[in-house]
């Protein structure tokens, strides 16, 4: 080193490197959020889709929020009760003002539920939420009554996605003009500033808000849908958090010491359906190609067989990178219709074999089964991986895999013998998946909807029905779980396992976690 | 010139109308979008008013019909996901993805012009050999993979660079643009040169050959006899000579960039029309599809006009007509 010269020489180009490099950590209450998947409208009320409503759960608020086990809880609403069997009323919280001032009243929750009916041009409509509501009316400005046609136990979680809005500014209003922020006045914990669609949308903190206020004076909701891109953008510090973390670099993360990761089970199950119901099956057939005499699916025993067959903690172990958590039962742990009496199903795949060779088919027979490839975490894996299980209880497995948009398509016309399929309790409870997997299909009542296996059991559709008209929340866990007891006993679905949603934010953040897959910037704070 | 304008003009309407068709029913022929965008919870009535409120009920020729009406008026229809009109979708993502498509050509031939003509006058020296390496590179290597290792060196390892999105922006003639401002450069920089990594290597290969071939003909030979110093001979003469097979690839190479900008939108997050096209395609969007197609071929017309034009403009030889007789 050449003295005094050099020195300087160094200290003068730290200083320009230090100039010249971004000022990230400029305001310490930025925040910056990247999200997996970007909101198709900034209208809360416009379509039923996770990323729009995880969105607007920033700006707006529901009457009622569903806790971390499913559970509901208030928020808008300060309590609620039964007057009776078909009628419910709501106290609202009061003092609560919209993001332009003026107060939340009975007036903005009557109309934010008529709001979901008159929506144009969505595939998706909220209305689905507020159909059970015949008459509604508001005993004063703090109090909402509303009516059922018969007694309807969901109508608190039915709340959950109803999100209030202000009559006043979203009188007259049409879904596409929230994007440049008319209408964009809610309750929440942030206000709006700005959406650049599949970009990015800036909010601001709400200091009147009447909750605790948020730990961000600034909050950018960035979407970066590409896997790669969002973990980069952690690692470079572009964002402060990102939610579903990519399965590949989770090891990577929980070695790196400057970021945290979170886990938390979600409510979302992936299972197999199986073609239960008719007595030809398109994709099984004898091990030479020729048709069978009987479709297989329909014993108990082999549907047994197919279940045991599949180790389950593999599947978790190398395909989900410990990332999801084995299932027998619809819901997670806790959620309204867990059963304790499902017990985990151990892998055993010489049981299997025995099971096969009682029903009838000792030397196995051959099958192709279905998979989207690109709607669930490692969809295709995990079929290629139930394929490789079956195979070794003497079972030829092929294993097709397409789009999630032809996939459904084709499913829904009863297309497949055996596919995998993923189901997220919206509700936080086992009525859900039971209503759309299980139940006897019966399109007028929504029965049974993506029932692509057709399955039906008259005694799980009995006691499910029973469910939906018992207001008592005892009573009704007992019958979720009775039904599910008796749709799981008969395997009509084999259940895989639950994923599990990640989230990684820089060290020194805590988060609130859910299990709805989804995430807001307002449950991080610093620690 | 005019004749040939208004006569080019008139089979793009032609093949508007052609392509308008295939994609129409080519996307109806995949599938229902409802099944896509219904929710789980929905009744099949439900499910059936929907598709009576999209006109999807109605059978393929009534929708053709009815969309051809509305696109005589203007109205390219309104996006089954987010219900917007397709065309402000898409104009809405244009000038994202024409700033982004206009640096990567721009940096293609400010680079590639260049380098080629100097590896072609200095063809024996190293430096020549290690252009023509390189440019090798630039073709093989997969864009979203240079994409990714651009991220992960500056943005990542060294911190120098954003390491996504599009940075400040600016209206300017109503035109959202971020290139004004220097944050917005920094976002630039990175997608830009990963979409004209290829073009570089391309431009360099077809320069060098061009010139190359330039410098062998006579009048080279005169124009040095008579003495024009050598800036004139290689930037004025030569360099007019081997344009137009570079001006044709990069016409061509400038509509593809626009149209299959997705790889480097994806990786870099960019909100350009690519990602829109990919996610619409997904979800079988059919409004979207069909306008976007629809805007990519008149765009490529456009640049195939411009193209010929400036045929005859460099060339004094080339007439636009059709040569009777």
Redesign the interface.
Known sequence: MKGKFNRGMCALLCALAVALLPQRQAQAQQFTLGLSSPPTSMDPQFYNLIPNNNVAAHVFETLVKMDVNGAPVPALAESWKMIDATTWEFKLRRGVKFHDGSELTAEDVLWSLDRPATILGSAGKFDIYTKAIVAKKALDPYTVQVNTATPYPLMLQDLFNIFIVSKKATQGLKSEDFSAGRGMVGTGPFKFVKFLRDDREELVRNDAYWGKPAAWSNVTLRFLPNDSTRLAALLSGDVQAIENVPSQDISQIRADDRITLFTRISARLIFLFLDVNRDKTPFITDKSGAPLTRNPLKDLRVRQALSLAINRDAITERVMEGLSEPASNLVPLRFVGFSPNLPKIKSDPEAARKLLAEAGYPNGFAMTIHAPNNRYVNDQKIAQSVAQMWSKIGIDVKVDTMPIAVYVGRAGKHDFSVGLLGWLAQTGEASSPLRALLACPDAKDAFGGFNYGQYCNPKVDELLKKALATTADKERAQLLQQSAEAALGDVGLIPLHNQISTWAAKKGMTYALRSDETTNAYGFRPE | MLVFIIRRLMQSIAVLFVMSLLVFCGVYA?????????????????RAR?IA??GLDKPLWEQYASFLHNALAGNLG?S?????PALK?IM??FPATMELAVCAILIATVLGIPLGMWSAMKQKSAGSKIVLATSILGFSLPTFWVG?ML??LF??KL??L?????GE?QTLFGVPLSFLSWDGL?HLILPALNLALFNIALVIRLTRAGTQEALLQDYVKFARAKGLPNRRIIGVHVLKNILIPIITVLALQFGSIIAFAIVTE????W?GMG??II?SI???DRPVIVAYLLVIVMLFTLINLVVDVAYSLLDPRVRLSEIKG
């Open positions: 995949i599938g229902n979008p409802i099944d896509n965008l219904i929710p789980p919870d929905a009744s099949a009535a439900d929907t409120e999209f309104d089954f996901a987010y219900s917007t979708l809405e993502r990714l991220i992960m943005a990542v911190g120098w954003p390491s996504s999105g599009r922006v920094r994806s990786v870099f997050a909100p990602k829109l996610d997904r979800v079988l």
